[in-house]
């Protein structure tokens, strides 16, 4: 009579661990399918991501890591624009096409930022345009060509209007607008930092019917004998020509 409670419980605990290894191998299973269904985790490899039956994107992976080139398409079906990845970030050249093969645009990069000089391409292969870039932001330096090699030099200029109220109303007025007044402009109070263009450091200069207009006030503290001024135009080929002047100031007390 002793050794009956003894078996019922030994059955008992052979029943619970069956059910225990099996809830166990359940577990299992749903943790292994969503392992297989979580995106690139430790995938080697060229992964496609597809819009319906259309190939959107290509990416080549090492261990979950972007890492080779990266494709992606036009609607279409074409080739649009191909970047190379070094541990999940951009290095070298991103390239930019037209729909018919031709490349477009070549842009470098240093860890993931532009940096150097960006090229444009007409359809026929021949050099549109040279724009400079420095850690992620445009300088200066741009040179444009017609389709026949020829280098645009067709700029329009800044002029500068002064309006001396200085001793009356202690105000000296600048206005800005370029020679060619068909041309889309931004004006800007400030300097090229380390040889860039930075819109967050710069004063935005107001515009009315295409002059702009700087109002400088006598202050009564000693201050800079000259303003510098920053023009982005846009040029006939759709980039942006960055043109600084130094005006100078006939007082020192002006802001």
Excluded at 75 to 100: A, C, H, M, P, V
Aim: glycine share 10%; aromatic share 14%.
């Amino acid at each position: 009579m002793k050794q009956f409670p003894i078996s019922l419980a030994a059955f008992l605990i052979v029943i619970l661990a069956g059910c225990s290894g099996r809830g166990t191998s359940k577990q299992n299973a749903v943790v292994e399918t969503d392992t297989v269904i979580v995106p690139d985790t430790g995938y080697t490899g060229i992964k496609q991501y597809m819009s319906g039956n259309l190939k959107v994107k290509e990416v080549t992976f090492k261990n979950g890591v972007r890492q080779g080139l990266t494709k992606t398409f036009y609607q279409s079906g074409e080739l649009y624009q191909t970047f190379w990845y070094e541990n999940d970030i951009r290095e070298d050249t991103g390239r930019y096409y037209f729909k018919e093969g031709q490349i477009f645009r070549e842009t470098p990069y240093k860890r993931d930022t532009i940096d150097g000089i960006q090229i444009q391409y007409y359809r026929g292969g021949q050099v549109r345009a040279k724009i400079g870039f420095s850690k992620g932001k445009r300088t200066p330096y741009l040179e444009e060509f017609n389709s026949n090699g020829k280098l645009f030099r067709d700029y329009p200029e800044i002029v500068v209007n002064v309006t001396d109220e200085y001793n009356s109303k202690g105000i000296y007025r600048i206005g800005l607008e370029l020679s060619d007044k068909k041309t889309r402009v931004d004006f800007y109070r400030g300097e090229f930092i380390n040889n860039m263009y930075d819109t967050s450091m710069y004063k935005a200069i107001k515009q009315v019917d295409g002059i702009a207009r700087l109002d400088l006030r006598k202050s009564g503290k000693p201050g800079q004998n000259y303003v510098g001024i920053i023009a982005s135009m846009l040029t006939p080929f759709g980039n942006r020509n960055l043109v600084y002047k130094r005006i100078e100031l006939p007082y020192n007390d002006l802001n």
